[in-house]
T-cell receptor, first 109, second 116 residues
Framework: DAKTTQPTSMDCAEGRAANLPCNHS???????VYWYRQIHSQGPQYIIH???NNETNEMASLIITEDRKSSTLILPHATLRDTAVYYC??????????FGSGTQLTVLP | GAVVSQHPSWVICKSGTSVKIECRSL??????MFWYRQFPKQSLMLMAT?????????EQGVEKDKFLINHASLTLSTLTVTSAHPEDSSFYIC????????????FGPGTRLLVL
């Protein structure tokens, strides 16, 4: 599975959009981009995933560049409860997920 | 939908005893379940992949005789930590892949194990 690179940490003001970047320059054609988050002492929570097209659901939007080498997770109106470690993972649909270090997002009041 | 439960949520046991952790998919069938371990301030590490009705596949460095996995039904997988020692103390998390929506895995809330 392709490796991903994420910033170690980011801050965001409450109520503002949080934009979390992820680089995955070695992604292959059949690999999806997944985003999960883990709030302290809990299991990871699925957020969103995509293959080529941008995706949106009730939690977030996923923007994938045309060459698929990078993506951005957007939380449109961050709240304090969005403080968590966010993991960007690239994997084939039938493959296991390999977690990196993720980005610690801290939403500030 | 897509809820995965784990039981117990936490357990304290004496060194040398065995501990069983259950992972259930509550509203979907899971042909494949995964077991992860997470130590403090570290990321999740995959331990094994469990397919319903067949033997689990363990990651390198994970002792299959110590971490027994059973996936007897489409909604239940169990992890038994045999002869637990203090170094097995960790946060154990399972995930399940929906049999009908293969793309997505859903995670349980985790089980915190403390071996004294």
């Amino acid at each position: 599975d392709a490796k991903t690179t994420q910033p170690t940490s980011m801050d965001c003001a409450e109520g503002r959009a949080a934009n979390l970047p992820c680089n995955h320059s070695t992604i292959s054609g059949n690999e999806y981009v997944y985003w999960y988050r883990q709030i302290h002492s809990q299991g990871p929570q699925y957020i969103i995933h995509g293959l080529k097209n941008n995706e949106t659901n009730e939690m977030a939007s996923l923007i994938i560049t045309e060459d698929r080498k990078s993506s951005t997770l957007i939380l449109p109106h961050a709240t304090l409860r969005d403080t968590a470690v966010y993991y960007c993972i690239v994997a084939g649909s039938a493959r296991q997920l390999t977690f990196g270090s993720g980005t610690q997002l801290t939403v500030l009041p | 939908g897509a809820v995965v439960s784990q039981h117990p949520s936490w357990v304290i046991c004496k060194s040398g005893t065995s501990v069983k952790i259950e992972c259930r998919s509550l509203d979907f069938q899971a042909t494949t379940m995964f077991w992860y371990r997470q130590f403090p301030k570290q990321s999740l590490m995959l331990m094994a992949t469990s397919n319903e009705g067949s033997k689990a596949t363990y990651e390198q460095g994970v002792e299959k005789d110590k971490f027994l996995i059973n996936h007897a039904s489409l909604t239940l997988s169990t992890l038994t930590v045999t002869s637990a020692h203090p170094e097995d103390s960790s946060f154990y998390i399972c995930s399940a892949r929906d049999a009908e929506v293969w793309e997505t895995q859903y995670f349980g809330p985790g089980t915190r194990l403390l071996v004294l």
